[in-house]
């Protein structure tokens, strides 16, 4: 029971344009987002988060939007790198509940 | 160095052994968590540690075994490793919401 998807498993955009990266999640007890950036052989790094009371996070070329009615969560990066180039993970918890749920991950690919 | 660190980085096994994986964290963090990494499921949840001596099952806790002894290190151990255990598996510890991982071991069972 995937509890958090993402069901673009990539995305391949032109430098300079906009990514947009999408996550949907099922479970209405969750309040806090995040996305996280995963580099190969790396582990994964945070990347930005967003709590539930609020719909809108942004930090420099990165913006999270939240849409609770449609449980939908999404990652603008404006304008792409070609450093941008990775694994994006979506994840979500609940309050006072440290089983965090990731995505599937989607692989975006930024090309110069 | 401060941080989270993984050993080994590659590990390959053979069916029905015992291994175990290391970690350990710098921060003193409370929490730490073991993921395992499989393509199409993302990251999912082995166990937890709340503190030194607390631990907890998370979403495929089956056929691992873990120990906090220290709040430091947080090792865990495949009594008896099986192919579906072939993975990359990541340590975490937890700031405040986001957690911060190591890079990584990449597992195989033959």
């Known amino acids: 029971d995937q509890q958090v998807k993402q069901n673009s498993p990539s995305l391949s955009v032109q430098e300079g344009r906009i990514s947009i990266l999408n996550c949907d999640y099922t479970n209405s007890m969750f309040d806090y987002f995040l996305w996280y950036k995963k580099y190969p052989a790396e582990g994964p790094t945070f990347l930005i988060s967003?709590?539930?009371?609020?719909d809108k996070n942004e930090d420099g070329r990165f913006t999270v939007f939240l849409n609770k009615s449609a449980k939908h969560l999404s990652l603008h990066i404006v304008p792409s790198q070609p450093g941008d180039s990775a694994v994006y993970f979506c994840?979500?918890?609940?309050?006072?509940?440290?089983?965090?749920?990731f995505g599937a991950g989607t692989r975006l690919t930024v090309k110069p | 160095d401060a941080g989270i660190t993984q050993s080994p980085r590659y590990k390959i096994t053979e069916t029905g052994r015992q291994v175990t994986l290391m970690c350990h964290q710098t921060?003193?963090?409370?929490?730490m968590f073991w993921y395992r990494q499989d393509l199409g499921h993302g990251l999912r949840l082995i166990y937890y540690s709340a503190a030194a001596d607390i631990t907890d099952k998370g979403e495929v806790p089956d056929g691992y075994v873990v120990s906090r002894s220290k709040t430091e290190n947080f090792p865990l151990t495949l009594e008896s490793a099986t192919r579906s255990q072939t993975s990359v598996y990541f340590c975490a510890s937890t700031g405040r919401h986001e957690q911060y991982f190591g890079p990584g071991t990449r597992l195989t069972v033959t």
């Open positions: 967003i709590s539930s009371i609020k």
């Open positions: 994840a979500a918890s609940a309050s006072g509940n440290n089983d965090m749920r």
């Open positions: 921060w003193s963090h409370s929490y």
